[in-house]
């Protein structure tokens, strides 16, 4: 059983900058592609980043390219989400999945665990 914990989120001016942090439980990180996602009030999930499992390859949804850098450490069994130039429509509960396989996936169905989520807020 993995278990993810999310942390970093918080409130920030638009403009600024975050780094959410995800730890995962379990022997099996370092084979396992993981993503971040988010959600907000009355909105679909939507895809922000994901990772496949050596951190060799990357992939962001569209409006975060140029913003966002995701990256991980497997001797830690961690994966961040570094966010700049925020802006208010980031605004959400930010959430870290991990798959079973080791490809990424930018579909929240696809994968297998799920963090409790860690709330950002972006002032304007």
């Known amino acids: 059983q993995v278990q993810l914990v999310e942390s970093g989120g918080g409130l920030v001016q638009a403009g600024g900058s975050l780094r959410l942090s995800c730890v995962a439980s379990?022997?099996?990180?370092?084979?396992?592609?993981m993503g971040w996602f988010r959600q907000a009030p009355g909105k679909e999930r939507e895809f922000v980043a994901a990772?496949?499992?050596?951190?060799?390859?990357?992939h962001l949804g569209d409006s975060m390219k140029g913003r966002f850098t995701i990256s991980r450490d497997n001797a830690k069994n961690a994966m961040y989400l570094q966010m700049n130039s925020l802006k208010p429509d980031d605004t959400a509960v930010y959430y870290c999945?991990?798959?079973?396989?080791?490809?990424?996936?930018?579909?929240?169905?696809?994968?297998?665990?799920w963090g409790q989520g860690t709330q950002v807020t972006v002032s304007s």
């Open positions: 379990g022997r099996t990180f370092s084979r396992s592609a």
């Open positions: 990772i496949n499992w050596s951190g060799g390859t990357t």
């Open positions: 999945a991990g798959r079973t396989q080791p490809y990424y996936s930018d579909s929240w169905q696809d994968h297998d665990y």
